[in-house]
């Protein structure tokens, strides 16, 4: 290839990329009117399974809980998957000091130093009951975390369904 045809090339590239994604989202726009195309409808393999087992430290200062515990509660439970450097996080903490007046709310601090969650939560307000350290990130994975902020609603001890769903 030659020198020119090289710069050709590389001006020309850009445009490409830019015409694909632009005809890539006509296409998407062109199918939402009839209903071929609804982007809320997120994929979300999650909802509906049980609560994986898990048992994590507890952090400071209340009790922490495990699935047993979780499991056992004759009440639903939002359990909130949070860290302390994530910017939504903070954005979410005041609705969830607002929402832990009406049901109770368990927290998992997810990769998170144990110092640098506990001074989260006191900063931004405390609305978990209880309050656990995934560190490694693993319980995470088996509840489907694809990010934090995210939480989940956790049905009552004897509940038909048993079930979890992603709030």
């Given at each position: 290839m030659t020198p020119l045809m090289r710069r050709r090339v590389l001006f020309a590239a850009p445009f490409a990329v830019a015409g694909a994604a632009?005809?890539?989202?006509?296409?998407?726009?062109?199918?939402?009117?009839?209903?071929?195309?609804?982007p809320h409808a997120v994929d979300a393999p999650v909802l509906g399974r049980m609560v994986p087992d898990f048992a994590l430290p507890a952090l400071p200062p209340?009790?922490?809980?495990?699935?047993?515990a979780l499991r056992a509660q004759?009440?639903?439970?939002?359990?909130?998957?949070f860290a302390s450097w994530c910017v939504p996080c903070v954005e979410e903490a005041e609705a969830?000091?607002?929402?832990?007046?009406h049901l109770p709310v368990w927290g998992i601090a997810y990769k998170d130093p144990d110092a640098a969650a506990t001074d989260f939560v006191r900063r931004t307000g405390d609305p978990y009951a209880r309050l656990v350290a995934d560190r490694d990130g693993l319980a995470a994975i088996d509840w489907g975390v694809s990010g934090v902020p995210?939480?989940?609603?956790?049905?009552?001890?004897?509940a038909s369904s048993?079930?979890?769903?992603?709030v």
């Amino acid at each position: 290839m030659t020198p020119l045809m090289r710069r050709r090339v590389l001006f020309a590239a850009p445009f490409a990329v830019a015409g694909a994604a632009g005809m890539g989202a006509f296409a998407m726009l062109r199918r939402m009117p009839d209903g071929q195309f609804d982007p809320h409808a997120v994929d979300a393999p999650v909802l509906g399974r049980m609560v994986p087992d898990f048992a994590l430290p507890a952090l400071p200062p209340g009790p922490g809980f495990d699935a047993a515990a979780l499991r056992a509660q004759p009440r639903p439970v939002l359990v909130n998957v949070f860290a302390s450097w994530c910017v939504p996080c903070v954005e979410e903490a005041e609705a969830l000091l607002a929402l832990s007046t009406h049901l109770p709310v368990w927290g998992i601090a997810y990769k998170d130093p144990d110092a640098a969650a506990t001074d989260f939560v006191r900063r931004t307000g405390d609305p978990y009951a209880r309050l656990v350290a995934d560190r490694d990130g693993l319980a995470a994975i088996d509840w489907g975390v694809s990010g934090v902020p995210e939480s989940f609603w956790s049905p009552p001890a004897g509940a038909s369904s048993g079930t979890r769903r992603a709030v």
